[in-house]
């Protein structure tokens, strides 16, 4: 390894992170679990012209050193806050906008809560404070079933992708969008990826909403089995500062891979809107 002086110019290296564009204003990409910073690649071509773009791969992605990954720190999506706010930092970024889809919609959030300052809006695709159902809260997932998911993982890891990338992209959706899913996360290790699964999956961050100042847009798929349109109600109604819900007519978990066009003009739009 490389000597660094701190940690986040080790992480800008670790990470990925790629800074392309021009304009005063900063958009951050984060991608989501089971995907890596190219996920992004039908997306960030509409912003290059108007914004310095920065994206990056979680620690977690088949695009980063796996012996890099610290099982201990990204027990919880605390590690995560602490790579994206120390590279940043290491970009010496005072003020930006943050794009994040699924965990990292959450990561997001987060980040948020610890640098309000530091965040112009967040922007949140297909995000969820608790992925998994609890009393009157519908989160999606029953907790038995995801318990299921993870025994699957762990058995035959290569089966559960097979059966995951259909249902979480949706219907109709192109085979190049299928295969690109797949090689992500065919590219991780299984036991990372069964970590983060627990991890994020597990997680419950709805008492943290009412925290989170910093004006909040979400994109929402109408048909999404991994997050259902009522998770998104519930943060609107929930999070502590100015909040839009925007639905789009859309299939999936992924919308910025099966349909890029409409996500990336859905997000110029929240962009530009006064909230």
């Keep these: 390894m490389a000597d660094y002086n701190n940690r986040g110019e080790f992480l800008l290296e670790a990470l990925n992170v790629r800074v392309v564009g021009q304009g005063q204003s ?16 039908r997306v960030i071509p509409s912003f290059t012209c108007a914004y310095r773009v920065i994206s990056f791969d979680l620690m977690c992605s088949g695009s980063c050193d796996p ?5 201990q720190r990204y027990a919880t999506l605390d590690g995560y806050v602490d790579d994206l706010l120390s590279f940043l930092d290491a970009l010496e970024i005072d003020r930006c906008a943050f794009v994040g889809h699924s965990v990292s919609a959450m990561i997001g959030l987060l ?17 969820s404070p608790r992925f998994t159902n609890d009393g009157n809260y519908i ?24 059966g995951f990338v259909p249902m979480a992209l949706g219907a109709d959706v192109p085979d190049m969008a299928l295969q690109e899913f797949s090689r ?18 597990a997680a419950d961050l709805r008492h943290v909403l009412g925290l989170v100042r ?17 998770v998104a109600e519930y943060m609107r109604r929930h999070l502590g500062g100015p909040t839009v819900l925007e639905f789009l007519p859309t299939h999936g978990h992924l919308p910025h891979v099966s349909s890029p066009a409409p996500v990336a003009n859905a997000i110029q739009q929240l962009l530009r809107r006064r909230i």
């Design 26 to 41: 900063i958009i951050v990409f984060s991608h989501g679990f089971g995907s890596d910073q190219s996920v992004w690649s």
């Design 184 to 201: 992500t996360l065919f590219s991780m290790r299984p036991d990372i990826a069964l970590h983060v699964a627990r991890t994020a999956f």
């Design 111 to 127: 980040a948020a809560i610890h640098r309000p300052n530091l965040f112009s809006r967040l922007i949140l695709i297909g995000g």
């Design 67 to 71: 012996t890099n990954y610290d099982f």
């Design 139 to 162: 989160g999606g997932i029953d907790p038995a079933h995801m318990e299921e998911v993870f025994r699957r993982m762990e058995s035959n890891y290569e089966s559960w992708v097979a």
């Design 214 to 230: 910093v004006p909040v847009c979400i994109i929402q798929s109408s048909v999404d089995l991994s997050v259902p349109p009522a």
